[in-house]
């Protein structure tokens, strides 16, 4: 575009009185950089505070907003592998994809916790110290027992944004720029969900496994 504006400044020579407007979807799109460079970080950071207001813990926090890079990558992926440039519609699908990843690794999260703090309390009640076994039970019960709600509420996300992946109406190049980065970072939100969190999660608490025995014997 600035290079447009200059041949354009070169080669047109206006009359008094008449200017020039450069309008359109750049303008809007200018318009939202500028506000998403103010917005999207003050976003962030009220999530980031929220989420620790909610877990506590710093290593949590982090394993949660892991997911936003790896579930942006699927969509930038196949944004690019549909030619599609940058626009509103590919921001909105953007933010859009952002808020599903951090919910999905949220609710993993979630199983996770309520599966380790089972197994601390049958341990207490047991007096016995926890071991990587009980880690190993913990993420077999919080993440493997529950792959089929998880995998179906991805199912259900693609069942309603395939269709609209294929549409050919009115309105239609826009939603599938709406949609394009949605498919292409769930695909590898779900991937992160389902096998690397698990793995975070095992590595987490074996390496904090003794500071638990001790907080279990207190």
């Known amino acids: 575009m600035d290079e ?4 354009v400044a070169e080669a047109v020579t206006l009359p008094p ?4 407007t450069w309008s359109g979807q750049y303008e809007y799109i200018q318009r939202m950089q500028e506000r998403l460079t103010l917005v999207a970080p003050a976003t962030l950071l009220i999530i980031t505070l929220m989420l620790f207001l909610a877990f506590s813990r710093v290593t949590e926090v982090a394993i949660i907003l892991a997911a936003l890079p790896v579930a942006l990558a699927g969509g930038l992926w196949l944004t690019w592998y549909l030619g599609f440039d940058i626009s509103v519609a590919v921001m909105v699908g953007f933010i859009a994809l952002a808020g599903v990843a951090v919910e999905t690794a949220i609710v993993m999260l979630l199983y996770l916790n309520v599966a380790w703090n089972n197994r601390v309390e049958a341990a207490s009640a047991e007096r016995r110290d926890l071991t990587s076994l009980d880690i190993e039970e913990v993420v077999f019960e919080g993440a493997l027992l529950r792959v089929r709600p998880k995998v179906m509420t991805v199912a259900t996300i ?7 992946m294929y549409s050919s109406g009115t309105g239609s190049e826009i939603m599938q720029r709406i ?40």
Do not use: C, D, Q
């Open 4 to 7: 447009a504006r200059a041949r």
């Open 17 to 20: 009185g008449y200017s020039l």
């Open 158 to 164: 693609y069942a309603g944004l395939i269709p609209v």
């Open 179 to 218: 949609a394009a980065p949605m498919v292409g970072g769930m695909a590898t939100a779900t991937l992160l969900t389902l096998l690397l969190i698990p793995a975070i999660f095992v590595i987490w608490k074996r390496l904090f496994l003794p500071r638990a025995n001790h907080e279990l014997i207190v």
